[in-house]
Each structure stands twice: as structure tokens, then as C-alpha cells.
């Protein structure tokens, strides 16, 4: 088995159903285990770190199976998905069953993003601050791969949706900041959450 089988993915966590992962389908989520930033508000600490996974991807696989015809599309989010060696072998086997596929990602490897684009349908980027300010929001300096992830996101033609979680951090000159930097690289529109900690 290659480290890039499907097999290798480590998954911790499955939402049978969902109508709000994938614009206009009805969907599974797929979690996945293990993420390197360490967000301030993150809303699934329980996935931060990399472990044995509470599913294997031939269980989620064999499941699937039983969906075709009931479910659009499978979501893979986490955790960072794009952590996961596995990934874009998972992305070919739920495309080779029927689904359309969808990526929660915060871009933090845009190689990997690249890599994974032409098995996508539709990607939810999630930008944490503007670029030159994300070590206060995920412990590191993450801008420069977030924005390049962006940068290819958005040139590839694959469907998406930019969204921020607006951190406690915040304040109006940031978010305004944030969204012109946003229409500097392209970004038509960007949806702000807000951030329950």
C-alpha cells in the first residue's frame, strides 16, 4: 500500500447528513484528523491532533456505497485536510462512486492544494486574518502559504467560497484591511462568521 492510498487517511469523524457543507447539495462530512495551526477559536480542538482516527477510509468507503443515490456530495474537512497524504486518493475514490467532492481547507499546504484542485467541485477557503497578520490568530506565520493556496484556489476556475471567522481580535480597521487585500488577489466576495468561543 502506497503512502498515498486512501487507506492512509485518518479520519475522525463522520456527519452522515448535512445541507449547509455544500452549497446547494446534500452531503456527508468527512473529518479529518490532525491539524499544525492552533487557531484561537477553533471549533473542533478534538481534531487538533494527529491520531489512530476514529474511522478507518475502507469503513467510510464501504458506507459511501450505501449512500450513492441519497447523498450529492462528500465534504472533506477537519482538522486540515490537506495534512492527510491520503487525501487526494479519498477525493478520486468518492468521485469514481458517484459524489461530488468538496474541501474545507485553510490552505495551509498549497502544493497539496494543487495537487488535489482537478478532483475538486467546490472548495470552502477559510482566511484567517490579513495575510501579514496571522500568528496572533493560528501560532504561526501562516500568511505567506495561505495566500499562495488562495492565489492558486482562485486561478483554477474551481468552484468556491472565501469566508472568515471574525477573531475576538478584530476590530473594523482589520476586517477592512482584510477585504481589500482579499479584492487585491481577486476575491469578489467574502463571507465573515462570527466567532464563538
Not at 478532483?119 to 495561505?146: I, N, Q, S, T
Request: glycine residues 10%; proline residues 7%; negative net charge.
Amino acid at each position: 500500500m502506497t503512502e498515498t492510498s486512501a487507506s492512509r487517511l485518518t479520519i475522525g469523524g463522520l456527519a452522515p447528513f448535512t445541507t449547509i457543507d455544500f452549497p446547494g447539495r446534500l452531503a456527508a462530512v468527512i473529518f479529518c484528523q490532525g491539524c499544525p495551526w492552533r487557531c484561537t477559536y477553533c471549533h473542533n480542538p478534538h481534531l487538533l491532533r494527529a491520531g489512530d482516527g476514529a474511522l478507518s477510509w475502507p469503513e467510510v468507503s464501504a458506507w459511501l456505497k450505501t449512500r450513492r443515490g441519497l447523498l450529492d456530495a462528500v465534504v472533506f474537512s477537519g482538522g486540515e485536510p490537506l495534512l492527510q497524504r491520503g487525501l487526494v486518493a479519498a477525493l478520486a475514490e468518492a468521485r469514481t462512486l458517484g459524489f461530488a467532492t468538496g474541501l474545507h481547507t485553510a490552505g495551509i499546504y498549497p502544493e497539496r492544494l494543487a495537487e488535489a484542485l482537478p478532483l475538486l467541485d467546490w472548495v470552502g477557503f477559510d482566511v484567517k486574518a490579513p495575510f501579514a497578520e496571522y500568528a496572533p490568530v493560528v501560532g504561526c506565520d501562516g500568511g505567506p502559504p495561505a495566500r499562495a493556496a488562495l492565489e492558486t484556489l482562485l486561478a483554477s476556475g474551481v468552484a468556491h467560497e472565501i469566508r472568515c471567522t471574525v477573531s475576538p481580535a478584530f476590530d473594523a480597521d482589520a476586517v477592512a484591511r482584510l477585504h481589500a487585500e482579499l479584492a487585491g488577489i481577486g476575491v469578489s466576495r467574502l463571507e465573515l462568521q462570527e466567532c464563538r468561543v
